[in-house]
């Protein structure tokens, strides 16, 4: 009796959890003006408390929580096990499977309320094109070359102020770079009220390698409301990583427009690191739709542009990924292109090129 109240007791919060969640995205989706309440209002909450309340820890709590669970897993699966096969312990299975199944209910229930009420309902808020006055439009292929080469001048011009390691890589080395990334943001944030606020620490991910297999250079993790980042990847990805990350605590959750704030985060700050890599990220973009734009010869110039600085970190960088090429990596990204579709993002993986957007949009606004 005991055992049947505490199954429909857990059953009851599971249900109430996804009925919230549930509720609060479809009114985000179809009741005018929630999202952009809830975005001001509401979701700060939970950086404020949960992301503030995990912050001084050193590690990720997320990447703690996600290997308790796989442990747990490994122990329950090991514990019902041995009560099935020795005959003294098989009237226990019955109880071990209830309780595996109650501690399920409510990992997954609040799993889904946080991703829901942390995550899931800020993609149907303002974008930021909106919110700051952009104005988003198609651009001409010339538009984009000169975008290229605007990032390029712009990339040569700092990486004469950068530190770099032994092998000529630039390094971050000696940089407070979770400090910094923090900073930046909240320089920005004295420009752009929906970005001003608190930032929790950004915590590096101990087992990046697993990260890197699946393609991921950073996550944001609503259940715990931090900013993981992959911290073996070349340096210049670190810092732009870190300021996108730090966009999503803030309730931007489009990949494209958290890339975007990422740049200007990284223009923000005081150190050339961080504008360097916030520039040869935004390049690197910008490169890749030029070469499926333009002709072998148009973008064989737009390379020969490149300074031997940003050459150098390129080639590093796409050294760094190709070693993790492989099914683990092209199954991870059909998983993010589904998601992203899930959520108003139709274009899949392709919206993290609509970042080019708002760039284009940036500078057409600065030359007006």
């Given at each position: 009796m005991e055992r049947t109240r505490r199954v429909k007791g857990t059953m009851i919060y599971a249900l109430c959890a996804a009925a919230v969640g549930t509720a609060a995205i479809l009114l985000s989706k179809y009741a005018d003006g929630f999202a952009e309440w809830y975005a001001?209002?509401?979701?700060?909450?939970?950086p404020n408390t949960i992301g503030r309340l995990f912050s001084p820890v050193p590690f990720s709590v997320f990447e703690a929580l996600l290997c308790a669970a796989l442990l747990g897993l490994l122990l329950f699966g090991a514990r019902l096990a041995v009560s099935a096969v020795v005959p003294s312990r098989r009237k226990n299975?019955?109880?071990?499977?209830?309780?595996?199944?109650?501690?399920?209910?409510?990992?997954?229930?609040?799993?889904?309320?946080?991703?829901?009420?942390a995550c899931t309902?800020?993609?149907?808020?303002?974008?930021y094109a909106a919110l700051t006055n952009q104005t988003v439009e198609p651009s001409t292929k010339a538009e984009l070359f000169s975008l290229c080469e605007r990032l390029i001048a712009d990339a040569g011009a700092v990486a004469g102020e950068i530190p770099v390691d032994g092998d000529g890589l630039f390094t971050t080395a000696g940089l407070d770079v979770k400090g910094e990334a923090r900073a930046s943001m909240e320089r920005l944030g004295a420009d752009v009220p929906a970005l001003s606020g608190y930032?929790?620490?950004?915590?590096?991910?101990?087992?990046?390698?697993?990260m890197s297999s699946l393609n991921l250079t950073g996550i944001y993790s609503p259940v715990t409301v931090e900013a993981n980042y992959n911290r073996d990847t070349v340096d210049y990805v670190i810092p732009y990583t870190i300021c996108h990350e730090l966009a999503h605590l803030k309730g931007f959750m489009r990949e494209d427009e958290a890339g975007f704030i990422a740049y200007l985060a990284c223009l923000a700050s005081e150190t050339p690191e961080f504008r360097y890599s916030g520039t040869l990220n935004a390049l690197r973009y910008v490169l890749n739709a030029c070469a499926r734009e333009a002709e072998p010869e148009e973008y064989a110039r737009l390379r020969d542009q490149l300074p031997e600085q940003v050459r150098r970190d390129l080639l590093a960088n796409y050294a760094y990924w190709q070693r993790f090429q492989g099914r683990p990596a092209a199954v991870a990204v059909r998983v993010n292109d589904s998601y992203l579709k899930m959520n108003a993002q139709e274009d899949g993986v392709k919206s993290y090129g609509r970042m080019i957007d708002l760039l284009l949009a940036k500078y057409r606004d600065d030359a007006a």
């Open positions: 001001a209002r509401i979701f700060p909450v939970f299975v019955r109880n071990i499977a209830a309780g595996g199944f109650r501690v399920a209910l409510v990992v997954a229930g609040t799993a889904f309320l946080m991703v829901s009420l309902v800020n993609y149907e808020r303002s974008t930032y929790p620490n950004p915590k590096p991910v101990l087992l990046s390698t697993v």
